[in-house]
């Protein structure tokens, strides 16, 4: 059975810090990449971060940037998402995401809120 289970998320003060982590299971992880992607209300659901499956490559959306860093431990499989420099539009459900060729997994959300 896959899942990925997201925890860390919570409320957190403008220019705090969190750590997301993705727990994984069902799967072989080091196979796949990995993905964080986030929703706000009333908006679509948009790509945050991505890794390789090695963790050699790493990518980031404009918005954050030098803000958020994502990261893996394979023996673990365990994907991480370091966000700092905080913004309350930051707000969102952060979700993980695993993906091959052929087979495409997603968790099932942590919120993040971002507010004074």
């Known amino acids: 059975q896959v899942q990925l289970v997201e925890s860390g998320g919570g409320l957190v003060q403008p220019g705090g810090s969190l750590r997301l982590s993705c727990a994984a299971s069902g799967f072989t992880f080091s196979s796949y990449a990995m993905s964080w992607y986030r929703q706000a209300p009333g908006k679509e659901r948009e790509l945050v971060a991505a890794?390789?499956?090695?963790?050699?490559?790493?990518n980031y959306a404009d918005s954050v940037k030098g803000r958020f860093t994502i990261s893996r431990d394979n023996a673990k499989n365990t994907v991480y998402l370091q966000m700092n420099s905080l913004k309350p539009e930051d707000t969102a459900v952060y979700y993980c995401?695993?993906?091959?060729?052929?087979?495409?997994?997603w968790g099932q959300g942590t919120q993040v809120t971002v507010s004074s």
């Open positions: 995401n695993a993906a091959s060729p052929r087979r495409l997994y």
């Open positions: 890794i390789t499956s090695a963790g050699g490559s790493t």
